[in-house]
Nanobody, 121 residues
């Protein structure tokens, strides 16, 4: 079984910073994509940032210049450094990974349980 587990959420004041971490574990052959999505009060899950193997990271327009995604492939871990946080960044942040368990297996989309980020004074 493969799982991803997030950590690092919490309450922060506007303008503050948080760093989210996500580690994938289990029977993993290769990870293609790792990234972050969020779901706010509006209810729709949206992409925040993703990092593909060998590719440039992609960011949602509203977080460009404030958030930075990074991967530690040796540790199957992805991070999201969030700076200059705004109240509208408040959401549950979900880690996502696209994984193969062996060379002939299909790609699996794995989601974490989510971690709450609240930006409020």
């Amino acid at each position: 079984q493969v799982q991803v587990v997030e950590s690092g959420g919490g309450l922060v004041q506007p303008g503050g910073s948080l760093r989210l971490s996500c580690a994938a574990s289990g029977s993993i052959f290769v990870i293609n994509v790792m990234g972050w999505y969020r779901q706010g009060s509006a209810g729709q899950r949206e992409l925040v940032a993703v990092a593909s193997a060998g590719g440039d990271p992609k960011y949602e327009d509203n977080v460009k210049g404030r958030f930075t995604i990074s991967r530690d492939s040796a540790r199957n871990t992805v991070y999201l450094q969030m700076n200059s946080l705004k109240p509208e960044d408040t959401a549950v942040y979900y880690c996502y990974a696209k994984i193969k368990q062996d060379s002939r297996a299909p790609w699996l989309n794995i989601w974490g349980q989510g971690t709450q980020v609240t930006v409020s004074s």
